[in-house]
């Protein structure tokens, strides 16, 4: 897996209007925001160390998903888009009651509609959690909501993952 280096950079495309972290010479990646969603046009700016922990408390988040690798990196770079996403109105009717679980950032939740989904939360406050949506959800009004959306919702909207991990050794 890709590991966050000082070397990464934030910037902004306006031919693609999409959010991009430079990563090297040959490899960017692109997020799936673009100017109206983001409260800054960033211009070479450098990952900073705060990032480069957030990216590895993702991705120690969505271990506990069984996924493949290039898919938990696509995960990890879009959940640290964060910090430059304005902030959504909660959509909570799209949502079913949930068991109100106590969110903190980089969680792991369940969202109900129509259908189920898993979501990260990005970050949270006393009423509501931002939740980067993991996969495409029908929602209680019919409407689809694509993966790697972020939504809004009032803490009762969420329940908490119930996964067993097993133990793991070190060496």
Request: charged share 15%; hydrophobic share 45%.
């Given at each position: 897996?890709?590991?966050?280096s000082?070397?990464?950079y ?14 090297s ?8 925001f ?5 409260i800054q ?5 450098a990952?900073t160390?705060a990032?480069a ?15 493949p690798?290039?898919?938990r ?16 109105a ?12 106590a969110?903190a950032?980089?969680d792991?939740?369940m969202?109900?509609g ?18 980067l949506?993991?996969?495409?959800i029908?929602t209680l009004?019919?409407k ?12 009762n ?5 119930n ?9």
């Amino acid at each position: 897996m890709l590991k966050p280096s000082e070397r990464w950079y934030w910037t902004y495309c306006p031919q693609k209007d999409r959010l991009l972290l430079d990563i090297s010479d040959q490899a960017q990646f692109c997020a799936p925001f673009g100017a109206s969603q983001l409260i800054q046009l960033p211009q070479r700016q450098a990952l900073t160390m705060a990032e480069a922990e957030a990216f590895q408390l993702i991705e120690d988040s969505l271990q506990q998903l069984d996924m493949p690798a290039a898919v938990r990196l696509e995960l990890c770079l879009t959940a640290l888009c964060a910090p430059f996403l304005q902030q959504q109105a909660h959509k909570s009717w799209y949502f079913q009651q949930g068991s109100d679980a106590a969110t903190a950032q980089y969680d792991i939740v369940m969202l109900r509609g129509l259908s189920s989904q898993y979501a990260i939360v990005l970050s949270a406050d006393s009423d509501c959690a931002n939740c980067l949506l993991l996969g495409d959800i029908s929602t209680l009004a019919g409407k689809n909501v694509a993966r790697l959306q972020v939504v809004r919702v009032l803490h009762n909207r969420v329940s908490a993952l119930n996964v067993s991990i097993p133990y793991r050794h070190s060496a």
